[in-house]
């Protein structure tokens, strides 16, 4: 089979995302040509996997430096609204005061970053045309579009070029936050167009497709939708288990590793979960593992530290895919919370944490803030428990660790009937094998 697979993802970090790195991987077995259109930034993210022979990159470079640290909250547009002090302006109804705010607020907010948005629209330009032109030479049969660029992409492509090419929109990230930045609004209109040019979505489930619906406006055909959890590919040997972090901060076998995998950011509201640990018992160790390489000088690690009174173990420099299993599982729980206040996106991230399918596949029991998916598996599998306040964190690790070996075994369990990345991605593979074998006819 010499059927052309083009994998549109712009984003420098495709080492820490599973389930695309699975897919590539899946993909390649079936011998398909796979090409990954990406951009080439300066990035502090681990290399993606080697892959097979089979599987080559496409990189354009970009030259603006993003700061993966700042993200829009729902309400965060308002928020920045500065409040005026009295004047004669106090006489003006509310609502006239609000919307002149606003606008004053819009335009300095662009003026200042006229020069940023104008070097984003020429990187962008640069992927979209880098996009076309391999579309235009190799003439994929497949493109498989990642989130908002990756979508736009793939418009422009068979805009430009129509040819019977099955196009899969695969959401990972969805960001519901209002920015102020007229660059961000328009790319955020053209996925909207964009959108409507896929054949299949590929997404975690219920919740964020009714997230993403929301952002596009409009419903894709339940018949078009593939649910795929963000989570790692199973193995057939014995229950994993390492001493990772154990040896890396000179731990005691009496010590209990509490682990946030991840993004250290309020988003996942690590500050408050930091906060929380400086109550916990001594033998209770928290430890922040980190996806990509951050300095301890960084002005949000030494507040994480200062809210843990220095009791937190901070772990910044990430390791490669294929370590993974052995950073998971080296815990004995898994912490996961998300700010709501960020948006759909991050409220509704239960399957697609991926954090969770690997703590799961490890046999670790998770703790998780009560947000939508969670309280429902623990119900159904017992692998878990959630909690409303982060002064409860301790209280579900004692319970956990009174009934352990119960816990991690329906861990195990529901990952291999809920999140088993091989499980749920044969279907769409089996679609894709199927249209390949059609357009060669």
Request: positive net charge; charged residues 25%; glycine residues 4%.
């Amino acid at each position: 089979m010499s059927n052309k697979i083009a994998i549109i993802f712009e984003e420098e970090f495709l080492g820490v995302y599973p389930s695309l790195i699975n897919a590539i991987t899946l993909l390649s077995e079936q011998n398909f040509q796979i090409e990954i259109w990406s951009a080439e930034r300066d990035s502090t993210f681990p290399e993606p996997p080697q892959f097979s022979s089979n599987v080559s990159f496409r990189k354009v470079r970009q030259n603006f430096n993003y700061d993966r640290n700042q993200f829009y909250r729902e309400n965060n547009f308002a928020n920045l609204i500065p409040v005026s002090h009295k004047s004669w302006k106090s006489y003006l109804p509310q609502s006239i005061k609000v919307f002149y705010r606003k606008i004053r607020f819009f335009f300095l907010q662009n003026l200042e970053t006229f020069p940023d948005q104008l070097c984003l629209l020429k990187d962008k330009f640069k992927f979209f045309l880098l996009c076309l032109r391999r579309f235009t030479k190799k003439k994929h049969d497949v493109l498989i579009a990642v989130d908002e660029v990756g979508m736009i992409a793939a418009m422009i492509c068979v805009f430009f070029k129509r040819r019977d090419t099955l196009i899969v929109l695969w959401s990972l990230e969805i960001d519901t936050g209002k920015s102020p930045l007229i660059f961000h609004r328009f790319m955020d209109l053209l996925f909207s167009f964009a959108g409507h040019y896929s054949n299949f979505v590929v997404i975690q489930e219920q919740a964020r497709l009714d997230a993403l619906t929301l952002k596009l406006g409009f419903s894709f055909l339940r018949q078009n939708v593939c649910f795929i959890p963000h989570s790692p590919i199973g193995r057939d040997d014995a229950k994993i288990k390492s001493n990772f972090f154990h040896h890396k901060f000179g731990f005691s076998s009496n010590d209990f590793v509490i682990l946030h995998a991840g993004w250290i950011h309020d988003a996942m509201c690590v500050d408050r979960l930091a906060k929380s640990s400086s109550k916990w018992k001594k033998k209770y160790k928290l430890v922040l593992h980190e996806r990509e390489f951050r300095s301890i000088d960084d002005p949000f690690i030494k507040h994480v530290m200062k809210l843990s009174e220095n009791r937190v173990n901070l772990s910044l420099q990430p390791v490669c895919f294929d370590r993974l299993d052995e950073v998971f599982s080296s815990a004995q729980i898994g912490i996961i919370a998300y700010d709501k206040r960020y948006g759909s996106g991050r409220e509704n991230a239960h399957k697609a944490s991926g954090k969770l399918g690997h703590f799961l596949k490890c046999g670790i029991p998770v703790v998780a803030l009560s947000l939508p998916g969670y309280a429902e598996m623990f119900h159904q599998y017992k692998c878990g428990m959630v909690f409303q306040d982060f002064d409860e964190v301790e209280d579900c690790i004692d319970s956990i660790l009174d009934n352990y070996d119960s816990f991690s075994k329906e861990a195990i369990r529901c990952f291999k009937e809920e999140f088993e990345f091989r499980k749920y991605f044969t279907p769409l593979l089996a679609l894709i094998e199927k249209f390949s074998a059609e357009s060669n006819i």
